[in-house]
């Protein structure tokens, strides 16, 4: 284009110079044929550079696509045998979506504990035990249980997930790994896998996502800690303006308060609903009932009889709890960064009747089995105030009530009341505060303070630090 337009301005100066040629002398002729050769020159010359510019430019883009390239088909290799153009370009998006795939979360955490009680001797009185999350942990120094994470999109139509959890005993177990779709018709979802389960408020977060460093009294006398499946989940969100959700899972029931059972079919069945809305720009709440039904096979523990005799006793039959929990939070303006307020609360009711077996290994009276059937209840209220950005403070209170367990043993006169010594009545009580800074959405510092009276006459005060670290790609929690 600048070639055209300076042979065009030289045709011209020379039609000029012709024009004018009758009238000058030779003289006037050679200046301006010399003024047309350096015009002439001069844009030549910055043509050629432009020109230079555009090739380096157009190198560099050149090289920048190849290396593109060079990536994407080293993701994709392996692939399938291309089929179309249209399968092509479908599998380079997806090549290119889990180029980084899976995304991996890791949390850290740990404690200091100092117990004004022998933590070995622990026990919630009037509850059969069950798992190892009970109580307040060792004393001094410990590794909190770390958890590893690795998720992705399956493809359009699943996704999946797995977390490792890393306990203070350098064990290692699964705690979550479950694919579920994504978006079926009518605010379907399914999940299959191991999962928290959807009942009550806490039981589906991961302990880091806790407002306290311990679950409440009535998750670890109910639960064991959290109660958690393998098998499926069904949940349907309703199309209304007002949340409100519905879930039914069933399983394999291996997890207290149920045990391993060497059958087919289901072991464990349970059921929710969750309705929740806004209060305006500020607040927000939510309410739910669960439903979760057990049973257990010979699920053994450890009692000391009337004679100060160790012995192990088990129950068989069905375990039914239910589940009232109810969330409510308040933010001024939506903004919960500054400052915020959340006031939760659940309560637990659970009935279970079968067979108690004293003494299964024979070490006093021998095995002596008889019917039993106990209804418990439970609850808990606590308040989380983030009186300014990075800081909060809560208070917790648990209460239990165990009453009075039906042994046929024992109105039978066969055994004693004594012989079932961790059964006796009783209600056991915790009252809980926490100041927690978060210097990052990442990282947490907690300082907690409890009163434990569960067990009759005996008070613990407990002291815990907690460090709670976050590294890696994390999903926000749920409401």
Request: aromatic letters at 12%; proline letters at 4%; glycine letters at 10%.
């Amino acid at each position: 284009m600048y070639k055209q337009s300076v042979l065009a301005a030289a045709f011209a100066a020379a039609l000029a110079a012709s024009h004018f040629a009758a009238a000058a002398d030779d003289k006037d002729l050679a200046q301006i044929r010399e003024q047309i050769r350096q015009m002439k020159d001069d844009y030549e010359t910055r043509i050629r550079a432009l020109e230079s510019r555009l090739q380096e430019a157009e190198a560099r883009s050149a090289r920048a696509a190849a290396a593109a390239a060079g990536s994407t088909a080293t993701a994709a290799a392996g692939a399938a045998p291309l089929s179309s153009p249209a399968a092509s370009a479908g599998r380079a998006t997806s090549a290119g979506a889990n180029a980084f795939n899976p995304a991996i979360s890791l949390i850290l955490g740990g404690t200091y504990t100092r117990l004004t009680q022998d933590p070995e001797q622990y026990r919630i009185q009037g509850f059969l035990p069950g798992g190892e999350e009970v109580g307040p942990g060792a004393r001094s120094f410990n590794l909190g249980e770390s958890e590893l994470t690795l998720s992705a999109n399956v493809d359009n139509r699943f996704s999946g997930k797995l977390t490792f959890a890393l306990a203070p005993d350098n064990s290692v177990g699964v705690e979550e790994a479950f694919f579920q779709t994504q978006g079926l018709a009518g605010g379907m979802n399914l999940m299959a896998g191991r999962f928290l389960s959807g009942i009550g408020y806490l039981n589906g977060q991961h302990a880091h996502a806790w407002d306290f460093v311990d679950a409440p009294l009535a998750y670890q006398a109910f639960f064991g800690g959290q109660y958690k499946n393998d098998g499926l989940q069904l949940k349907w969100l309703a199309p209304t303006d007002r949340f409100l959700e519905f879930g039914l899972e069933a399983g394999r029931g291996a997890e207290f308060p149920g045990t391993e059972r060497n059958r087919n079919g289901l072991s464990s069945v349970a059921a929710f609903a969750h309705l929740g809305d806004d209060i305006g720009d500020s607040a927000s709440w939510r309410v739910g009932l669960s439903y979760l039904r057990n049973r257990a096979v010979e699920r053994e523990y450890e009692d000391i009889d009337a004679t100060d005799t160790a012995v192990v006793n088990a129950f068989t039959g069905k375990s039914a709890t239910w589940i009232a929990d109810a969330v409510f939070k308040w933010a001024p303006g939506g903004n919960a960064t500054r400052t915020s307020f959340k006031l939760q609360g659940e309560y637990f009711r659970r009935k279970e009747n079968g067979a108690l077996t004293y003494d299964t290994q024979g070490q006093s009276l021998g095995a002596t089995p008889g019917s039993y059937d106990a209804a418990q209840s439970g609850w808990y209220l606590q308040g989380i105030y983030q009186f300014m950005p990075q800081w909060r403070v809560g208070l917790r209170y648990d209460k239990l009530h165990s009453g009075t367990p039906g042994l046929s043993v024992v109105d039978d006169g066969i055994l004693a009341a004594g012989d079932f010594s961790r059964l006796l009545a009783y209600n056991p009580s915790r009252s809980t505060a926490m100041v927690d800074y978060s210097p990052s959405e990442f990282s947490r510092f907690r300082v907690q303070f409890a009163r434990d009276q569960s067990r009759p006459g005996v008070t613990d005060n407990q002291f815990f630090l907690q460090y709670i670290m976050s590294l890696g790609v994390h999903g926000a929690h749920a409401f």
